[in-house]
């Protein structure tokens, strides 16, 4: 039995990997459980699955908690909650499913103690993919992508030399405007950027999705998972999320994964590897598909992608700000504090005016991350 932590159980990844342990119970032992507000839906988990530790955003939520269960697990809070529920002693395997810069302390601390890492979390690679992968090199430890894309590139490596790798191809659904010119994103609203065509995620990522930050997020995490040079990874539109991603190799031959939007696929593989094993869901129909729609990414259209490539080629703390910027950007917009089209131009700013620190610590990182919300926030008022 391999004993799992699920850091964001409540969110979609969360649940999702939930599901996948469920079908396999004989297989995976739900260890501890971390979450933020969400309360109802942690209950019932606990209730199904009994971990022995789970952590919340706060205090008082901790105490709420632990009033409404009849057996409560030790229940524990904040940033030193998700640390010990990430670093338990009987978890083998962490899925990293926090959204945000909050997945970067927990997750790194999970790597220092030995455990292996299934990252959905892909803003802890934007925000320090150098320390992380020091970290994953120095303790021993594997970091297998659950990011859909990333999955299929890896699963698309499997077998292979790195040194025949020409480029990959990430492929990018557009997202919720994609029909849209940008001059006439001024006038939508907040419930229409987090209608994603394909998949159905938490609303960050949904909101990143059709800025394509989220592309431009997987561009650098494919920089640092797969160490090759931004020049290397190129995006595609595919409208229909069928074709996960690519690679293609010296010889001209591409190989890619294709399935189903659906989550658990990578996430079991990540918690299986190298091994396959059943999973119950819809199955690809090619025939019922009839085509698969494949464009060129106008660049002018989506200026995120361009920052982000920017913010990786530039290295050093740009992509902890371009990360922080548009974090703050983001949770605005979803406060109705700052209309969807600004986005860009607020995280554009932001990176403008950072004086970058190359080989930054995690001190560095830190602050840099602090600085970029903060002159955010001034900017969006
Ligand atoms: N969803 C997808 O299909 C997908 C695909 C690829 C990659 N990813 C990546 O996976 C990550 C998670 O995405 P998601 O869509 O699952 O997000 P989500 O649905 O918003 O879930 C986020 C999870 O993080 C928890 N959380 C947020 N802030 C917290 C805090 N301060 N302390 C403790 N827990 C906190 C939430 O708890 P509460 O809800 O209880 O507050 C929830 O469990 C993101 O980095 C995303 O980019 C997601």
């Not at 299934?118 to 090199?137: F, S, Y």
Request: net charge negative; hydrophobic share 45%; proline share 4%.
């Amino acid at each position: 039995m391999k004993g799992i932590s699920i850091l964001g159980s409540t969110g979609s990844i969360g649940t999702n990997t939930l599901d996948v342990i469920r079908q396999h119970r004989d297989l995976f032992q739900v260890i501890t459980l971390a979450a933020g507000r969400n309360l109802p839906l942690l209950y019932k988990q606990i209730e199904e699955f009994r971990p022995k530790r789970v952590a919340v955003a706060t205090k008082e939520l901790a105490d709420e908690l632990r009033i409404q269960l009849m057996h409560p697990p030790e229940i524990l809070y904040g940033e030193e909650g998700l640390i010990a529920c990430a670093t338990h002693g009987e978890v083998e395997f962490v899925v990293a499913a926090l959204v945000g810069f909050t997945g970067l302390a927990p997750t790194l601390a999970a790597i220092e103690a030995g455990k292996d890492i299934g990252l959905a979390n892909k803003e802890t690679l934007v925000a320090a993919g150098h320390l992380v992968m020091e970290a994953v090199k120095r303790n021993g430890v594997r970091l297998l992508p659950i990011d859909s894309e990333h999955s299929a590139i890896f699963q698309s490596l499997q077998g292979e030399r790195r040194e025949d790798i020409l480029r990959i191809l990430l492929t990018a659904s557009g997202g919720a405007f994609r029909e849209k010119r940008r001059e006439e994103l001024k006038n939508v609203t907040v419930e229409e950027a987090l209608k994603h065509p394909n998949w159905k995620m938490g609303a960050k990522i949904t909101l990143d999705s059709a800025t394509m930050m989220n592309k431009g997020f997987e561009v650098i995490e494919a920089h640092w998972l797969f160490s090759l040079p931004y020049s290397s990874i190129d995006v595609v539109l595919h409208y229909e999320s069928i074709l996960h991603s690519m690679v293609e190799f010296v010889d001209g031959a591409i190989i890619g994964q294709l399935g189903t939007p659906d989550m658990r696929i990578p996430i079991q593989y990540a918690l299986t590897y190298p091994v396959r094993i059943p999973l119950k869901g819809g199955r690809l129909n090619l025939a019922q598909i009839g085509q698969l729609t494949f464009r060129e990414v106008d660049a002018e259209r989506y200026p995120a992608l361009s920052l982000a490539y920017e913010a990786g080629e530039q290295g050093g703390t740009y992509p902890t700000v371009l990360n922080a910027a548009n974090e703050a950007a983001v949770q605005s917009v979803l406060a109705r504090r700052l209309p969807f089209y600004r986005i860009e131009e607020v995280v554009a700013k932001v990176l403008e005016r950072h004086s970058s620190i190359s080989h930054p610590s995690l001190t560095d990182i830190l602050e840099a991350d602090r600085w970029a919300r903060e002159e955010a926030q001034n900017m969006i008022g």
